[in-house]
């Protein structure tokens, strides 16, 4: 029964995994299409301390200002090749590191649904899925500043100093949670086989 029960946990999350690879590929060649087609917008924040004019902003009750600290978006309605590729960095890396951490997911899902979940080689790859996790979602997360930034600094008419307003840490938090899971994994597998040579 236990096992059976295994066998159908596996069976599930192998699935949720793999349409979470094939919807984050989807998205990833819908938004590579747009990038390329002329004319498409193109929606980034801009930091209200590099604006003018905010104080005469309207249809809020009085005392209700914009928040200098904060982000306001912006829409470039005809944009250049360049913005859009720009912009095209912003969201197109994750999806692809996504779309890869699901992948493998799926094919460790898969393996341990056809024999031995518990296994050396099943906790080697979930370590190896939260290392790429972690340090290809900072990698990520690095190039999606940059060239929001770079975005920003062609939409402003004044220079201003970009500062990130978004955090890594998402990507850092699942990569230490696959990266324990994996150690905790081999931890017990050790026990097992030590408990196996003991009996």
Do not use: Y
């Not at 301390?49 to 470039?76: K, N, R, Y």
């Not at 969201?91 to 997911?105: D, H, K, S, Y």
């Amino acid at each position: 029964m236990r096992r059976n029960r295994l066998g159908t946990w596996l069976r599930w999350l192998r699935a949720t995994a793999t349409f979470v690879f094939i919807a984050a590929l989807c998205l990833g060649v819908a938004v590579l299409v747009i990038a390329l087609i002329p004319g498409s917008p193109v929606t980034q924040e801009l930091p209200a301390a590099a604006l003018t004019g905010l104080h005469g902003v309207g249809g809020v009750t009085a005392g209700v200002a914009v928040d200098p600290s904060g982000w306001i978006p912006f829409t470039i309605h005809d944009p250049s090749l360049a913005q859009r590729l720009l912009d095209l960095l912003t969201v197109l890396p994750g999806l692809v590191l996504v779309a890869e951490i699901a992948r493998r997911m799926a094919n460790l899902l898969r393996g341990a649904q056809a024999s031995d979940p518990f296994t050396a080689d099943t906790a080697r790859a979930l370590v190896t899925v939260g290392k790429l996790t972690a340090f290809a979602g900072l990698g990520t997360w690095i190039l999606s500043q940059i060239a929001q930034g770079v975005l920003s600094w062609t939409m402003l008419t004044s220079s201003v100093t970009f500062r990130p307003h978004q955090t890594p840490l998402g990507w850092l938090a699942v990569g230490l949670i696959f990266a324990a899971f994996g150690q905790i994994l081999d931890r017990g597998v050790t026990m097992r086989a030590e408990l196996d040579t003991v009996i």
